[in-house]
């Protein structure tokens, strides 16, 4: 039986090419967003985790006293934000979910950005 073609590796900007979805130097990867994928699953639902009306409520008050993304405007760009992001994360802890020192406004680009770094952060 002829083996498979190579494809690109899935990491990010790897060149390497592969007969799997990862090449050897990214294998770990895999094992990686299976283990995320999990953790997910035993993630409590966003209303769980504080984020219900009044929550809604003060976001919305937030964002109209603080309409641009700080990221963007640090670089010169004018970008409405759209998230109201705790600039250190609550991990549950109800004084900084409120603590009004500890949010800022965010476009949903630089929010992720902030988030998908967090994360990995945490697994190393």
Same mark, same amino acid.
């Given at each position: 039986?002829?083996?498979? !073609?190579?494809?690109?590796?899935?990491?990010?900007?790897?060149?390497? #090419? #592969?007969?799997?979805?990862?090449?050897?130097?990214? /294998?770990?990867?895999? =094992?990686? /967003? =299976? =283990?995320?994928?999990?953790? %997910?699953?035993?993630?409590?639902?966003?209303?769980r985790r504080g984020y219900d009306r009044q929550w809604s409520k003060?976001?919305?008050?937030?964002?109209? %006293?603080?309409?641009?993304? !700080?990221?963007?405007?640090?670089l010169g760009l004018i970008v409405e934000a759209t998230v109201v992001?705790? !600039?250190?994360?609550?991990?549950?802890?109800?004084?900084?979910?409120?603590? =009004? %020192?500890?949010?800022?406004?965010?476009?949903?680009?630089?929010? %992720?950005?902030?988030?998908?770094?967090?994360?990995?952060?945490?697994?190393?």
């Open positions: 039986m002829p083996s498979s !073609i190579p494809t690109p590796c899935r990491a990010f900007g790897c060149p390497n #090419t #592969t007969t799997n979805h990862y090449c050897l130097q990214h /294998v770990h990867l895999k =094992r990686d /967003v =299976r =283990r995320r994928c999990r953790n %997910d699953k035993q993630r409590p639902n966003a209303y003060a976001r919305r008050l937030f964002l109209m %006293d603080n309409p641009l993304c !700080i990221r963007c405007a640090e992001d705790h !600039i250190e994360p609550h991990r549950g802890d109800r004084m900084k979910f409120w603590n =009004r %020192d500890n949010w800022q406004s965010l476009c949903k680009r630089c929010h %992720d950005k902030k988030t998908a770094r967090e994360k990995n952060d945490d697994w190393y």
